[in-house]
Nanobody, 127 residues
Framework: QVQLVESGGGSVQTGGSLKLSCAAS????????LAWFRQGPGKEREWVAS???????SYTGSVKGRFTISEDHAKNTLYLQMNSLEPEDTAAYYC?????????????????????WGQGTQVVVSS
């Protein structure tokens, strides 16, 4: 069974940085999508960024230029480098994964597409 485990959350002040990690086990698809979602207090879960095994990455507008999604294929680990953090970034962050049917392309941004989820890691940004 696929397992995703996030780590790296914490509390920072506005303008600070954090790097989230998501370690995947038994996720052995050749073509795949990996993504980060977040859910703030009283808000719905929203897509943050995604990465396709073919190399493409996508970001929601509010994090473009501040967040970077990447992977270390050898370590089966997904990352989210978050810089210039703002209080609005406060949320539980979840990694998600699923098989992709295409060799190259963009990954879906809707949560229902992803079959595999981590348990979440909390990020708190204080002003």
């Amino acid at each position: 069974q696929v397992q995703l485990v996030e780590s790296g959350g914490g509390s920072v002040q506005t303008g600070g940085s954090l790097k989230l990690s998501c370690a995947a086990s038994r996720f052995t698809y050749t073509h795949y999508c990996l993504a980060w979602f977040r859910q703030g207090p009283g808000k719905e879960r929203e897509w943050v960024a995604s990465l396709h095994s073919g190399g493409s990455t996508s970001y929601t507008g509010s994090v473009k230029g501040r967040f970077t999604i990447s992977e270390d294929h050898a370590k089966n680990t997904l990352y989210l480098q978050m810089n210039s953090l703002e209080p609005e970034d406060t949320a539980a962050y979840y990694c998600a994964a699923d098989r992709s049917q295409v060799v190259f392309g963009d990954c879906p941004s809707w949560s229902s597409w992803y079959a595999y989820w981590g348990q979440g890691t909390q990020v708190v940004v204080s002003s």
